[in-house]
Nanobody, 121 residues
Framework: QVQLVESGGGLVQPGGSLRLSCAAS????????MGWYRQAPGKQRELVAG???????NYADSVKGRFAISRDNAKNTVYLQMNILKPEDTAVYYC???????????????WGQGTQVTVSS
């Protein structure tokens, strides 16, 4: 059983910072890409930041220069440092990873349960 567990969401004032963490655990053979998505009320889920299978980071234009994604491969963990937060960053943030479970040769997408980020004064 593979699962992604997120932490670090919460309420923050505009201009503040938060750091999200997502740890993958279970019977994992390998992990290729990992990243963060978000979904605001009434909107579609969108990519915020992610690492490609080649380890290249990419960001949504709306968060460039404010957010930074990092990854600890030894811990199967990906982080999202969010700075200069704006009210429009308010959303549920989801971790995503493409993982090959042990005993398989195929990759599957996994999602975390989501963590709420609210930016408000």
């Amino acid at each position: 059983q593979v699962q992604l567990v997120e932490s670090g969401g919460g309420l923050v004032q505009p201009g503040g910072s938060l750091r999200l963490s997502c740890a993958a655990s279970g019977s994992i053979r390998s992990i290729s890409s990992m990243g963060w998505y978000r979904q605001a009320p009434g909107k579609q889920r969108e990519l915020v930041a992610g690492f490609s299978s080649r380890g290249i980071a990419n960001y949504a234009d709306s968060v460039k220069g404010r957010f930074a994604i990092s990854r600890d491969n030894a811990k199967n963990t990906v982080y999202l440092q969010m700075n200069i937060l704006k009210p429009e960053d308010t959303a549920v943030y989801y971790c995503n990873a493409n993982i090959k479970p042990l005993g398989t040769y195929y990759e599957l997408p996994y999602w975390g349960q989501g963590t709420q980020v609210t930016v408000s004064s």
